[in-house]
């Protein structure tokens, strides 16, 4: 199974919304409603931002929003702050009952 | 509050076999609703699921790495382990443990993580 692929880079001025795609195939996030993302600060373990394509967890900000379209999920961040600054990571459940991941986004508050 | 620690050597060499722990905290292993699981992550690069275990036992695992890869579980210390055979520099990586319900397909809960460094 190869990993999803995900924009390796994404810039956004603070206020201003960004978008990070995530593709896989018909056997993964096409198949399945089950995709998530994970924000991840330098040295620091992944945060669960999204699951089950747009759900957000209790105590997550509501400028995170997911959206899933064929093959594609997203992750919308709205309102850019300098803490969203961090490496997002996708993950989807597949047809074979494993997981796969994204490549990773790295996104910058310019 | 739910917390998962790992533990585990730091440096191996090549051919050996990666020991790892994960200690759970705030919570039971044995309470039947969730799965345990392992993910790992190269230096500089994206996540890897490993694999996942009930505390009956019922593992599965990341067919990439199925063939080198066991793991177990022991409630009587609330811990899941992993044992992952003929390391190789490629298996450098940091180990992160984590919790996933067993209703849902996302990892809610995530240990620090920590660094297995394979070198000669």
């Known amino acids: 199974q190869s990993a999803l692929t995900q924009p390796a880079s994404v810039s956004g001025s603070p206020g201003q919304s960004i978008t990070i795609s995530c593709t896989g195939t018909?056997?993964?996030?096409?198949?399945?409603?089950?995709v998530s993302w994970y924000q991840q600060h330098p040295g620091k373990a992944p945060k669960l931002m999204i699951y089950?394509?747009?759900n957000r967890p209790s105590g997550v900000s509501n400028r995170f929003s997911g959206s899933k379209s064929g093959n594609t999920a997203s992750l919308a961040i709205s309102g850019l702050q300098a803490e969203d600054e961090a490496e997002y990571h996708c993950?989807?459940?597949?047809?074979?009952?494993?997981?796969?991941f994204g490549t990773g986004t790295k996104v910058t508050v310019l | 509050q739910l917390q998962l620690q790992e533990s585990g050597p730091g440096l191996m060499k090549p051919s050996e076999t990666l020991s790892l722990t994960c200690t759970v905290s705030?919570?039971?292993?044995?309470?039947?609703?969730?799965?345990w699981g392992w993910i790992r992550q190269p230096p500089g690069k994206g996540l890897e699921w490993i694999g996942s275990?009930?505390?009956?036992?019922?593992?599965y695992y990341n067919p990439s790495l199925e063939s080198r890869v066991t793991i177990s579980v022991d409630t009587s210390k609330n811990q899941f382990s992993l044992k992952q055979s003929s390391v190789t520099a490629a298996d450098t990586a940091v180990y992160y443990c984590?919790?996933?319900?067993?209703?849902?397909?996302?990892?809610?809960?995530w240990g620090q993580g920590t660094l297995v460094t394979v070198s000669s």
């Open positions: 089950d394509v747009s």
């Open positions: 993950c989807s459940y597949t047809t074979i009952s494993t997981y796969v």
């Open positions: 275990i009930l505390y009956s036992g019922n593992a």
């Open positions: 018909s056997s993964d996030i096409g198949d399945y409603n089950y």
């Open positions: 984590a919790r996933r319900a067993l209703m849902g397909r996302h990892f809610e809960y």
């Open positions: 705030g919570g039971s292993i044995s309470s039947g609703r969730y799965y």
